[in-house]
T-cell receptor, first 114, second 116 residues
C-alpha cells in the first residue's frame, strides 16, 4: 500500500530534550516536506527536500533540523524543544516539487513539549 | 508572496442543508494550482481536488462541487445535501506551477459541523 508513515504518532516530552520524528514514504517520491498545524493558522511549511541531500527552509524553520540521506526518509529533528513547538506535525511527499503534484500526507504526530 | 484566506472559521449546518466554504487567494504567479483537503476528526489529511489556473470550468463530484473564478481569485467549495460524515476541517491550498520546489500554502481552515 502506498503510504507516508510517521513515528511516533504521539509524543510528550520536556523542554530541551532532543527528539526526532521519523517520516518514510514507499512511493519513490523525490519531494518531501514537513508542516506544522496550529489552530487558526492552518498548516505551515517547516522544511522541504527536493531530493536526496537537497533540503531548504520553509516558512517556519527556526528550532528544527532535517536531513535527507535516503530518498524514502525525511526525519524532523528538534535539538532543544520548547513549549512553542507543541503542535501537530505532518510529513508529506510528492513525485516532484512541481506545483501540479498532489502531496500525500502522513497520519500526523501530535507533539507536546512541557 | 502568496496567501490563502478562508474567512469562515466555523460553520454549523443541519443535515441535508447545502453549504459553501469560501476560499480567496493571492499570488503573483500566472500559473498555479489550487487544492482542497479534508481533515476529519481522525486527523489525517485527505486530498479532494486539484485545479490549475488555466481551467475555470466548475467541477462536480457527487455531492461536492467547486467554483473557480480567476477574476475574483476565489475557489469555493459547495457540499450539497450535507451529511454528518462531512463534519471536518476543510483546507484550501495554493501552489505555484512554475517554480520547482514551490511550497504549498494553506488557508486557516474551516471547521464544518453537520448536525443530525
Amino acid at each position: 500500500e502506498a503510504q507516508v508513515t510517521q513515528n511516533p504518532r504521539y509524543l510528550i516530552t520536556v523542554t530541551g530534550k532532543k527528539l526526532t520524528v521519523t517520516c518514510s514514504q514507499n512511493m519513490n517520491h523525490e519531494y518531501m516536506s514537513w508542516y506544522r498545524q496550529d489552530p487558526g493558522l492552518g498548516l505551515r511549511q517547516i522544511y522541504y527536500s527536493m531530493n536526496v541531500e537537497v533540503t531548504d527552509k520553509g516558512d517556519v524553520p527556526e528550532g528544527y533540523k532535517v536531513s535527507r540521506k535516503e530518498k524514502r526518509n525525511f526525519p524532523l529533528i528538534l535539538e532543544s524543544p520548547s513549549p512553542n513547538q507543541t503542535s501537530l506535525y505532518f510529513c508529506a511527499s510528492s513525485f516532484s516539487g512541481r506545483g501540479y503534484n498532489e502531496q500525500f500526507f502522513g497520519p500526523g504526530t501530535r507533539l507536546t513539549v512541557l | 508572496a502568496q496567501k490563502v484566506t478562508q474567512a469562515q472559521t466555523e460553520i454549523s449546518v443541519v443535515e441535508k442543508e447545502d453549504v459553501t466554504l469560501d476560499c480567496v487567494y493571492e499570488t503573483r504567479d500566472t500559473t498555479y494550482y489550487l487544492f482542497w483537503y479534508k481533515q476529519p476528526p481522525s486527523g489525517e489529511l485527505v486530498f479532494l481536488i486539484r485545479r490549475n489556473s488555466f481551467d475555470e470550468q466548475n467541477e462536480i463530484s457527487g455531492r461536492y462541487s467547486w467554483n473557480f473564478q480567476k477574476s475574483t481569485s476565489s475557489f469555493n467549495f459547495t457540499i450539497t445535501a450535507s451529511q454528518v460524515v462531512d463534519s471536518a476541517v476543510y483546507f484550501c491550498a495554493l501552489r505555484p506551477a512554475t517554480t520547482s520546489g514551490s511550497r504549498l500554502t494553506f488557508g486557516e481552515g474551516t471547521q464544518l459541523t453537520v448536525n443530525p
